[in-house]
């Protein structure tokens, strides 16, 4: 909540200027650059074909659930007409708005590697009458149309809420709020069903016997913690150049409180979904785990269960964490943790006897290719409008917040 118990100054418009950081895009570019020719030497080389298709689908899958957790994050706020969020929402919306530059990301994968990712692209009908009966999904048509739809809507609402945001800080306009909470309900759904639906084809689909009912919300619960800790430093980071001063405890303790809320939800979800699926003990099912489990995966797959929820749940309960520097600290272990859950989600369907050193150099590889080629975009993004709403009808009320 906020306190309007007295009259309050709006802060000064504030512009990033990349003098801030002098050579970082440069640097982004250029280990954006070398990542991906790599990447791409894996590609040619002898039997690194496959190698490339999963550590590129390992890095793409990465940022794209980090990049849609920011644009849900967006939509709810608008949808709620959320106040605290406002001095905060602008780096949400910036890096939301690197969604439409997936659809050249995911090119690689769908035109030169679906046969290696996905078994079921070249099975001619008749052959697994599982496949024959799941043909009116998985064929080559509607993955095609499912894939150009997510790209599609995600990149129409993340531009959409970008544009009016920043059009508000021009004119002020009341009609940009309505419209941003029209876009920010939509986009809650445009979310929800692109990345499930996105989990089914392009994760799950690594193995299309196998299937879960939780999935989608097990891949949005990573989702959304994950794109609120990149948030946590993302502010800090600003901070630190002097910018965003308004910005107090108070809304590192928010974000930390969400942070903390997913960090339960992640644990709640994907015990869930052991449970229920060691429960029924159905083949197709427990096919997923079973291989999880298996030489070195098991340590990753412990390690995942205890970094990701036994560690970060206590610290975050601490109000000291979530109002000091700390908080950095476990944002940058959630973000790891992701990456880790993301890595045991793909890398077993290439290699499902155990890790082998060609996954982690070429999913590095991958890693440092997208994401250094996304860092770069957003340093160019995040220049070209001020630093928050400055017009905002609720900026006041996120600058006096209290909890």
Sequence with gaps: MSDHSH????????KFDLKHVAGLPNILLGAGVAGIVVSLLGLVAKDGHEQFAFSWLFGFSYFFTICCGALFWTSLQHATDSEWSVLVRRQMENIAKLLPYFGLFFLPLILFCAPLLWKWWNIEPGVDPLLDAKSGYLNHTFFWVRAVAYFGF????????YKSSTAQDADGAAKHTFTMRKFGIGGIAVVALSLSFSGFDWLMGLD???????WGVYIFAGAAGSSMSLLVLLITALKSKGY???????????MGKFMLAFVIFWAYIGFSQYML???AN?????????????????????FLVIGRFFLPFPVLLMQMTKKTKYINYVAVWILLMQLIDVFVIVLPALHPTGVRFSDVFFSACSLVGIGGILGWLFLRIIGQSNLFPMRDPRLLGSIKLSN
């Design 277 to 279: 699926i060691w429960y």
């Design 282 to 302: 159905i083949p197709e099912e427990t096919i997923y785990f079973r291989i999880r489990n298996t030489e070195s995966w098991w340590y990753f797959s412990q």
């Design 244 to 254: 965003l001063k308004a910005v107090n405890t108070e809304h590192y303790h928010i």
């Design 154 to 161: 995600l990149a129409w609402v993340a531009t959409t809420l």
């Design 208 to 214: 299309y016997h196998w299937f879960s009912t939780m």
């Design 7 to 14: 009259e309050i100054t709006p802060p000064e418009p504030e």
